[in-house]
């Protein structure tokens, strides 16, 4: 039997299965662009530090550090997930919504106003008109920030169980995933631990079309 503490109460009769989870949502083939999110990041304000280096020394790194804390917050705070999944015999359901602590949101919106203000002071302190444009896009993102809000828990629901033709079975990250053909996209389900794992898997081999197709690798969709 699975862990108590990784069970939901059923909210219906029919669910056979109930676990929550914390874990990425973002597609693992997609894990490769945080890094150059990362470069991206920096490296405009960098080349700007290192151009006007002999009179902005102080100032310019202010800014630099600023903007590559935010990028950073971005990319490690906001990718995890809350996950809540409730298992039928006829199909499956997930709620998820982005994890991110009340703390957090404060801290974000505090460095993108520190931004805000750190490059129009820049932007006064040079005069300089070819500085207007990346200033004044990196200063509604930065101002975008100040409104931002966690986006509301999503609900999902898979197809009936006998529409799926094939699941892929990753013990690596403890994800298995149904979906219709051979494409990779479907119904996730992402496990909180090995045990829990074997059960939702067994599970599935008792409501699937004995055709379906069993597949043991790393899951990339």
């Not at 990319?75 to 709620?95: C, D, M, P, T, W």
Request: aromatic content about 12%; glycine content about 4%.
């Amino acid at each position: 039997m699975a862990s108590p503490k990784n069970l939901l109460p059923d909210r219906a009769s029919s669910a056979k299965l109930s676990w929550s989870a914390k874990r990425i949502k973002l597609p693992r083939s997609c894990f490769w662009t945080l890094p150059l999110f990362m470069l991206a990041s920096f490296l405009p304000v960098g080349i700007l530090v290192w151009y006007l280096s002999e009179d902005l020394n102080d100032w310019m790194m202010t800014v630099s550090l600023s903007i590559g804390m935010l990028a950073l917050l971005l990319v490690g705070a906001f990718r995890k997930s809350h996950f809540h999944y409730r298992i039928h015999l006829e199909r499956a359901e997930v709620n998820y919504q982005l994890c991110v602590p009340r703390y957090m949101e404060d801290f974000v919106k505090g460095m993108a106003l520190i931004v805000i203000v750190a490059l129009l002071g820049l932007a006064v302190f040079l005069g300089s008109a070819v500085l207007l444009g990346p200033v004044a896009m990196v200063i509604i993102a930065a101002l975008r920030l100040l409104s931002w809000e966690p986006p509301p828990a999503v609900h999902e629901t898979s197809l009936p169980w006998h529409n799926y033709q094939h699941v892929t079975i990753d013990r690596y990250f403890l994800i298995i995933a149904v979906h219709v053909d051979e494409e990779q996209c479907g119904f996730v389900a992402r496990l909180p631990n090995k045990e829990l794992f074997e059960q939702y898997l067994a599970f599935l081999r008792t409501v699937l079309p004995p055709t379906v197709q069993y597949r043991e690798g790393i899951w990339w969709g």
